[in-house]
C-alpha cells in the first residue's frame, strides 16, 4: 500500500499501555478539532472530534484534550493495541474560513 | 453500506498532460471533498462540492478543478501536471448539511505519479 510520511516522528508504545500522541494547532481562532487515524494504503478514518468549547472529551478508548492557551491537542489512548498501529494526525477547522488545516502526523508503533 | 470508492487507484502521467480521477461517495451523502496527501505537506485540502455547487475552496492553483455530477459523484481534473503534483489524491463524502463539520469518510485514495 501506500506509504504516507515516510519520515514523521515515531511513538513506539508496548502493548496493553496508553498512548499520547500530541499535536500543535496552528490558529487560534480555530473552533473545532479532529484526530485522524490513517492505516497503510487506506484513507484517513475520523476518530474523535471536540469543539473549542470544551476542553477535554472521551470515546472508546480514547481522549482528546484541548489547551487552547497554548494552542495544543493530545489523543489519549487507553490500552494501546496492535490495530492501533497507524498513522495519526490532528486537523483544526475554523469556521469563519471554512478550511481545515491538517498536522503532519505521528506514526503510532504497537509494540508486542 | 458501501464506503467511498475512488478510480483508478493507481496512474502515471508525464508533465504538462491532464488527468481526471473519479470519486463515488457514500449512498445518501451530497458532499465530496478533495485532499492532496504528499510526505511533505501532509493533508491538504482542495475543494468541496456540495449540490453539484463548489461549496469551499482551498489554496490550490486553477490548474485543480473539480465537478459533480445529479447523483453526487465527483470528478478532479489536473490540468499541465508537473512533478510536484505526485501525491495521493483523497476524496472524502459527507452528508453535507452541516457543512465541513460533518464527520468525514474518506476513500482508499488514488496514487498520481507525474514523470
Redesign the interface.
Known sequence: G??????LPTLSVQEGDNSIINCAYSNSASD?FIWYKQES??????II?IRSNMDKRQGQRVTVLLNKTVKHLSLQIAATQPGDSAVY?C?E?T?GT???I????TRLKVLA | KAGVTQTPRYLIKTRGQQVTLSCSPISGHRSVSWYQQTPGQGLQFLFEYFSETQRNKGNFPGRFSGRQFSNSRSEMNVSTLELGDSALYLCASSLGTGGLLDEQFFGPGTRLTVL
Do not use: N
Open positions: 501506500e506509504s504516507v510520511g515516510l519520515h473545532y494504503g487506506k484513507g484517513p478514518q475520523f472530534d494526525f486537523a477547522y469556521s471554512y478550511k481545515y491538517f498536522g503532519t502526523g
